[in-house]
T-cell receptor, first 115, second 114 residues
Framework: GAVVSQHPSWVICKSGTSVKIECRSLDFQATTMFWYRQFPKQSLMLMATSNEGSKATYEQGVEKDKFLINHASLTLSTLTVTSAHPEDSSFYIC???????????FGQGTRLTVV | AQSVTQLGSHVSVSEGALVLLRCNYSSSVPPYLFWYVQYPNQGLQLLLKYTTGATLVKGINGFEAEFKKSETSFHLTKPSAHMSDAAEYFCAVSGIFGNEKLTFGTGTRLTIIP
């Protein structure tokens, strides 16, 4: 099956700094990538949808200036959490889909802790 | 608009017993339905999916689910639980193309009792 690699798997940063999370499709071209956020013992909430070469579409309530998404190529999307605060601590998961395929492939997730 | 309801945030079954995880959906278009499993601090792994055709869908690890349009349900079952089945399970729905954004249920934590 298709593989999506997410890096780093965990990161601890100081409040006020920025953190970048990478999501790569290793063996296929991802036409669309999705970024989710998951709080402890809760479901996944979609943050944004990104298509290669175009601006990301953010879900209602998600600050686009705080959560910067770049989808510069068909195999890489990045999520940058700017000026992170403790309330941004969460589990972030990306997924990728390819054209004419009915399945989303998920990365391993990134545990972000802001101290 | 689409939504998913998973009844029971926690389900406990004995090893060897039947596993039944419930999922009901709401969708304004013919849905594509998915079940995912998540182990602690990991991403999601697809168990099975329904797109079109046969309503009884078989997945990995002995799981299966049946799409019942009249009941708007997509319950997940496994005849005999194994200790390794302990995990969080998510039901999800997407639009008609299947590769659109997923709407997830709140999840069901499955505990297996030895």
């Amino acid at each position: 099956g298709a593989v999506v690699s997410q890096h780093p798997s965990w990161v601890i940063c100081k409040s006020g700094t920025s953190v970048k999370i990478e999501c790569r499709s290793l063996d296929f071209q991802a036409t669309t990538m999705f970024w989710y956020r998951q709080f402890p013992k809760q479901s996944l909430m979609l943050m944004a949808t990104s298509n290669e070469g175009s601006k990301a579409t953010y879900e209602q309530g998600v600050e686009k200036d705080k959560f910067l998404i770049n989808h510069a190529s068909l195999t890489l999307s990045t999520l940058t959490v700017t000026s992170a605060h403790p309330e941004d601590s969460s589990f972030y998961i990306c997924s990728a889909t390819r054209r004419l395929n009915t399945e989303a492939f998920f990365g391993q997730g990134t545990r972000l802790t802001v101290v | 608009a689409q939504s998913v309801t998973q009844l029971g945030s926690h389900v406990s079954v004995s090893e060897g017993a039947l596993v039944l995880l419930r999922c009901n959906y709401s969708s304004s278009v013919p849905p594509y339905l998915f079940w995912y499993v998540q182990y602690p601090n990991q991403g999601l792994q697809l168990l099975l999916k329904y797109t079109t055709g046969a309503t009884l869908v078989k997945g990995i690890n002995g799981f299966e689910a049946e799409f019942k349009k009249s009941e708007t349900s997509f319950h997940l079952t496994k005849p005999s639980a194994h200790m390794s089945d302990a995990a969080e399970y998510f039901c999800a729905v997407s639009g008609i193309f299947g590769n659109e954004k997923l709407t997830f249920g709140t999840g069901t934590r499955l505990t297996i009792i030895p």
